[in-house]
């Protein structure tokens, strides 16, 4: 899941709107300035899902990216930046020379069927490869995970189970990211107890929910990389060692025989991980590991640690802007 935002005031529509003007010419300026310099860094992004329009920040938990705003900010890489597997980034910022290109990672978090409909037309399109951050919790039936079931609940203005011992209560769209947020917080029994007790709520997981077996394949066919994103998607740092360890291993050796290789980078549920869980995601023989940090990758990065950046809902110009400021703010 993605992070907060509010809503704009009229001042800052009129920035976002001069930015989506001046933001591709300014930031091909400020890039062009960057690559003059040694600086040995790369950029990672996260998608989440790609649909016919790009939802609203605000008030929903995983808003799409439209597919025509997906398509200009992948245009946009593929015309400024490497594009290369999340697994080579390090190494590729780390090679970087005075002049050349930076390196990007495109990411995408979760399990959907959007992946293939959306994104991977899109991607082929532009001969740009992606890593794919899937649970496995859908190669054979349908599932919506417990924000998928929230946001269906209250988009349909259902009562919404309490997560202390209350009353179930509407709860209006502004204040879904409160509520999850709560949730993301609770024990994982008490979560697992709230998403089921959700499908009175939401009614029933659609039946395309998720990515099949089939799904994986196409996206592993067409050279995507497949990394884990944990079988039960629970937030890693508050885990006992017991329960860190089995969210490294249930689900994994499933989901890499589908892919037909080894699962050797790993997407941190949340975006959540620290020291602790990266020595563990090591031990477990994972290589590389990706949060939501919003930081460039240097040489100097904890490899099992490394940034990405949500990319921008509202335009390619501010996409341009969002990467010339993070690769500016890299340390070297
Ligand atoms: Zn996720």
């Given at each position: 899941?993605?992070?907060?935002?509010?809503?704009?005031?009229?001042?800052?529509?009129?920035?976002?709107?001069?930015?989506?003007?001046?933001?591709?010419?300014?930031?091909?300026?400020?890039?062009?300035?960057?690559?003059?310099?040694?600086?040995?860094?790369?950029?990672a992004v996260i998608y989440h899902t790609v649909s016919e329009r790009t939802g609203e920040p605000a008030d929903e938990l995983v808003p799409p990216h439209g597919v025509d705003?997906?398509?200009?900010?992948?245009?946009?890489?593929?015309?400024?930046?490497?594009?290369?597997?999340?697994?080579?980034?390090?190494?590729?910022?780390?090679?970087?020379?005075?002049?050349?290109?930076?390196?990007?990672?495109?990411?995408?978090?979760?399990?959907?069927?959007?992946?293939?409909?959306?994104?991977?037309?899109?991607l082929e399109r532009h001969g740009a490869t992606a890593t794919f951050f899937l649970t496995g919790a859908t190669l054979d039936a349908p599932y919506s995970f417990w924000w998928e079931r929230l946001q269906r609940a209250i988009d349909a203005g259902?009562?919404?189970?309490?997560?202390?011992?209350g009353e179930a209560q509407v709860v209006a769209r502004s204040a879904i990211r409160h509520v999850a947020?709560?949730?993301e917080w609770l024990a994982?029994?008490?979560?697992?107890?709230?998403?089921?007790?959700?499908?009175?709520?939401?009614?029933?997981?659609?039946?395309?929910?998720?990515l099949r077996r089939a799904g994986v394949r196409r996206l592993v066919e067409a050279g995507m990389t497949i990394?884990?994103?944990?079988?039960?998607?629970?937030?890693?740092?508050?885990?006992?060692?017991?329960?860190?360890?089995?969210s490294l291993r249930d689900g994994r050796d499933d989901l890499a025989d589908v892919v037909g290789s080894p699962l050797d980078v790993i997407g941190y549920p949340h975006g959540g991980a620290d020291e602790r869980v990266a020595a563990a995601s090591r031990d477990a023989g994972f290589a590389v590991g990706y949060t939501t940090?919003?930081?460039?990758?240097?040489?100097?990065?904890?490899?099992?640690?490394?940034?990405?950046?949500?990319?921008?809902?509202?335009?390619?110009?501010?996409?341009?802007?969002?990467?010339?400021?993070?690769?500016?703010?890299?340390?070297?």
């Open positions: 899941m993605p992070f907060v935002r509010s809503r704009p005031s009229p001042v800052r529509r009129l920035v976002r709107l001069a930015v989506r003007v001046f933001g591709l010419p300014l930031a091909a300026l400020a890039l062009r300035l960057l690559r003059l310099t040694g600086r040995r860094a790369g950029v705003l997906f398509d200009a900010q992948i245009r946009h890489l593929r015309r400024k930046y490497d594009i290369v597997p999340s697994a080579d980034l390090q190494a590729a910022a780390a090679a970087r020379r005075r002049g050349a290109r930076f390196p990007a990672a495109i990411t995408f978090d979760d399990d959907l069927r959007e992946h293939v409909q959306f994104a991977l037309p899109v259902a009562p919404i189970p309490s997560r202390a011992d947020w709560e949730v994982p029994v008490e979560r697992t107890r709230f998403s089921e007790a959700l499908l009175t709520a939401a009614g029933p997981d659609p039946a395309d929910a998720g990394g884990f994103h944990t079988r039960r998607h629970d937030r890693m740092p508050p885990l006992d060692d017991e329960s860190l360890a089995a940090q919003e930081v460039a990758v240097t040489p100097e990065s904890e490899p099992l640690l490394l940034g990405r950046l949500n990319p921008s809902y509202r335009s390619a110009g501010h996409f341009a802007v969002q990467l010339v400021r993070m690769l500016a703010a890299a340390h070297r």
